[in-house]
């Protein structure tokens, strides 16, 4: 089963779009927008960039637990992942970034 985004509205009338792998599990979480539309832009930019290796920056939080960003050409963060417990588990979530984002349909629930 292929992935899909799906834009959802938040309590303060922000829009934001989750990356949802075929199982269901979100690999890739956006900021809060404005306007849908904003949220949309974000979409078309994950599936531009997330087969793009170099987009992906591999970080460790405050507490060591292993993540990653997605940043577009620009440089800005365009989605963040979980909090993993392992490398080769932040790992994983990339390469299944890298093979949903590109082609994920898009589900609005807003």
Do not use: W
């Not at 890739?28 to 793009?52: F, R």
């Amino acid at each position: 089963m292929m992935g899909k985004f799906e834009i959802t509205k938040r309590k303060n009338g922000e829009f934001q779009f989750n990356l949802k792998a075929g199982n269901g599990q979100v690999i890739l979480a956006s900021e809060g927008y404005t306007t849908k539309g904003a949220c949309q832009n974000g979409i078309e930019s994950v599936k531009k960039n997330s087969s793009d290796d170099t987009k992906f920056e591999r970080k460790t939080s405050s507490n060591d637990k292993p993540y990653f960003t997605l940043k577009a050409t620009n440089g800005q963060v365009i989605g963040t992942s979980e909090m993993y417990e392992s490398v080769a588990s932040r790992d994983n979530g990339i390469e299944s970034v890298k093979k949903n984002g590109p082609d994920a349909e898009v589900s609005d629930l807003s």
